[in-house]
Each structure stands twice: as structure tokens, then as C-alpha cells.
């Protein structure tokens, strides 16, 4: 595996000894930088969500924001449970979660699934949805951790073939709904756990450009959907002639950002998230409204706490006590990072719209414990590094 994991030298398991490391009690090394990141991320998260639902245009739906509350606090308790197990023990459930989530790709494109907009990606169970590719990239990152931390050793072209097998089941199922978004972000987790899982270069070649040449055939095939291709064609040709009704929901973006300049218009008070010009500004371009309304400083403050936490999850890979907390903690990175830039990207045209949800703050139910459930994770290895 790529040494990015300090060295366990007798000077720090002496030194954690005499802080009275004791490996019963993993809370004593709990990163609570990190946890009150979280915690500030997910109370502006919830702020916006109210600002953006508010009306007046749309009927105040204050639900938005009473169940955002609730997922967050839900949240907490998830991200608790995953920080007080073992996430050793994580790794003998990853066959059972992986296969899981696939039965549950699988059966999501059926009768059963509840289609939005042309995605079929839902369960509907009463008042809330359940989005089984949330789940799914959690699976994989747990399940590509174990597998390259069992081969120990320099991974060769049949131990790559599992690991690419078990990245392209999951993203294929996917594909299906389509939501090109999330199997963009398995890519993401895919590419960094082969980087680290220490997959040879020529070998890493070899999926770069097999990867590229796919992009190009899918780019000029029909399995992308008409609204899809739209988006691409919007961002490519940003400003275009025959591109306004296409490109709406990106000027809308843009005039909500610049419009909130250094300070904000102030809380509740941006006229573009009053007036509802923005669509799907409580999930996809939930940065909008911060930008709106927060302005330049507001935003440059959410950005920072997400800069920390990016900070902290790679601090912990390094001081993972093994290869498989490492690998964890690498696939949440390249999870979080993809998709805070691609979210906060596409709001000012400098990556395309492609549904990518801001963690912690966008509104979703399965997103947002999705995202706990994997913060849990890394707060789970870095209070065991001792242990």
C-alpha cells in the first residue's frame, strides 16, 4: 500500500500509554475538532435549508426544515454508533453491507422503486424516501478497504480485476436509474483507494485511459438522458446562442451567488432565495443561499469548516494504526471532497450540474446519514490509533 500512515514507532504507543491511553476506552481519543466542525456544518445546513423553503412565492413548507432537524440529530446518534464499534469489525460485515446495497440497486430500477424526474433511485417508505446509492457508497468504501488490505501485498492484474469488479457492480446498478452524479462520486472513491491500495502505475495508466475512452463512447451514445446531455452541452457552451432555457437553473445560480457580495444580503433576506428563482435550492444549490444571503465571508466560513474536516480525515489516515483504517479513511476523503467541489462548482459553471448534494448541508435524509455514518467511521479510527 502507498505509505501515506505515520510511523508507529515504541516512543508513540510509550507516550500514548502515558496519556492513559486505554484501549476500553476509545472516547478519551475522540477528535473533537472534527466532531465540532460537524456539528457547525450541519446548523448552517439547517438554517439554509429553512431560508430556501420559506416562500414567498412557494407555500412556506416548514417540513423541510423540522425534518432536516430531525435527520441531523438522528445523524449524531449514527455517527456515534459507528465511532463506539470497532471499525475492525466493520470489515468482517463488508461482504453482507456490500451485498446488501447491490440487492438493493438491483431492486430500486423495479416496480418497487419510486422514480423523481427521471431517476428512478427511491424507496418510498411512508413520508420518506430511502436512497439505497447514498448507502451504497459507504459500502464500497468499507468493502474496497477490506479487500485491498487483505492482499497485503503489491496488488497484480487479478487481484486489480476483484477490486474493479467490486467499484463497477455497484456503479453499473447505478447507472441504471441513471444518477450520473453518484457513480461519479464512486469514481472518485474508486480511484483513491486503487491510488493507495497500491495498485502499480502502469496498471493505474492502463484505467485512465480505459476510463477516458469510455467517457467518449458513453458522451457519444444514447445512455445518457436528454437532460443529462443538456447539462454537459450548458456547460460547455456556457453563454451560448439556443442554450437560455437549458441554462436557467446556472444563471439563476450565478446571479444568487454574486448577488450576495462580500456580507450577504442578510439572513432570510436574499431576494432570489425569497422568490424562489432558484430551483432545487434547498438540495442541489442549497450554495446558493449561502452565498446569497451570507455573501463572500459566509460562504469562505462554510468552506473553511469543510477545509477543516478534509484536514482532519486525512490526518487521521495517517495515524491509522492499519492499513484498513487508512483505506477507510482515504475513501471518505476522495467521497467528501468530489462532492464538495462538484457542488459548489457547478453552482458558479466551473464543473457541470450533475444532482451531487453539498454534505451535511443540502436537504436529503439518506445523504445526510450516509455522510455521518462515514464521519463516525473516521472519529472509529482515530480514537483506536493506539489501540
Not at 450520473?180 to 462520486?185: H, N, Q, S
Not at 432555457?245 to 448577488?259: F, H, P, V
Not at 474536516?309 to 483505506?327: C, E, K, P, S
Amino acid at each position: 500500500m502507498v505509505g501515506i500512515t505515520a510511523p508507529r514507532s515504541g516512543l508513540a504507543r510509550h507516550t500514548a500509554s502515558r496519556l492513559g491511553a486505554n484501549p476500553a476506552s476509545p472516547w478519551r481519543h475522540l477528535d473533537l475538532v472534527l466532531v465540532g466542525c460537524i456539528g457547525a456544518i450541519s446548523a448552517i445546513g439547517t438554517l439554509m435549508v429553512y431560508s430556501a423553503t420559506r416562500g414567498p412565492v412557494e407555500p412556506f413548507d416548514s417540513s423541510f426544515a423540522k425534518r432536516q432537524a430531525l435527520f441531523v440529530l438522528i445523524g449524531f446518534c449514527v455517527l456515534l454508533a459507528a465511532a463506539g464499534i470497532d471499525y475492525r469489525r466493520f470489515r468482517d460485515f463488508a461482504p453482507v453491507l456490500y451485498g446488501g446495497c447491490c440487492l438493493l440497486l438491483a431492486l430500486v430500477v423495479s416496480p418497487m422503486g419510486s422514480e423523481r424526474k427521471g431517476t428512478q433511485a427511491w424507496f418510498q417508505l411512508g413520508p420518506f424516501q430511502l436512497q439505497p446509492s447514498e448507502i451504497t457508497k459507504l459500502a464500497v468504501i468499507i468493502g474496497l478497504a477490506a479487500l485491498a488490505s487483505h492482499f497485503r501485498e503489491e496488488i497484480d492484474a487479478r487481484r486489480l480485476g476483484a477490486l474493479l469488479v467490486l467499484v463497477a457492480v455497484p456503479l453499473g446498478l447505478i447507472m441504471l436509474q441513471p444518477d450520473l452524479g453518484t457513480a461519479l462520486v464512486l469514481v472518485a472513491v474508486g480511484a483513491g483507494g486503487l491510488v493507495v491500495g497500491g495498485v502499480q502505475v502502469k496498471h493505474l495508466v492502463a484505467i485512465a485511459a480505459v476510463g477516458l475512452l469510455f467517457t467518449g463512447f458513453v458522451l457519444n451514445s444514447d445512455m445518457l438522458e436528454d437532460y443529462q446531455r443538456d447539462r454537459l452541452t450548458v456547460f460547455l457552451n456556457q453563454g451560448g446562442e439556443g442554450q437560455r432555457d437549458e441554462a436557467y437553473n446556472l444563471e439563476q445560480s450565478k446571479i444568487a451567488i454574486g448577488a450576495g457580495g462580500t456580507f450577504g444580503r442578510g439572513l432570510f433576506e436574499g431576494s432570489q432565495t425569497r422568490l424562489d428563482n432558484v430551483p432545487e435550492q434547498h438540495t442541489d444549490f442549497i450554495f446558493t443561499a449561502v452565498g446569497e444571503e451570507l455573501g463572500f465571508v459566509g460562504a469562505a466560513t462554510l468552506l473553511a469548516l469543510f477545509a477543516i474536516v478534509i484536514w482532519r480525515v486525512w490526518r487521521t489516515a495517517q495515524l491509522a494504526r492499519d492499513d484498513f483504517g487508512t483505506l477507510v479513511c482515504v475513501g471518505v476523503l476522495c467521497m467528501l471532497l468530489f462532492q464538495i467541489f462538484e457542488n459548489v462548482g457547478m453552482t458558479m459553471g466551473i464543473m457541470p450540474i450533475t444532482g451531487i448534494p453539498l454534505p451535511l448541508v443540502s436537504y436529503g435524509g439518506s445523504s445526510t446519514l450516509a455522510t455521518f455514518a462515514a464521519l463516525g467511521l473516521v472519529l472509529n479510527v482515530h480514537a483506536r490509533r493506539f489501540s
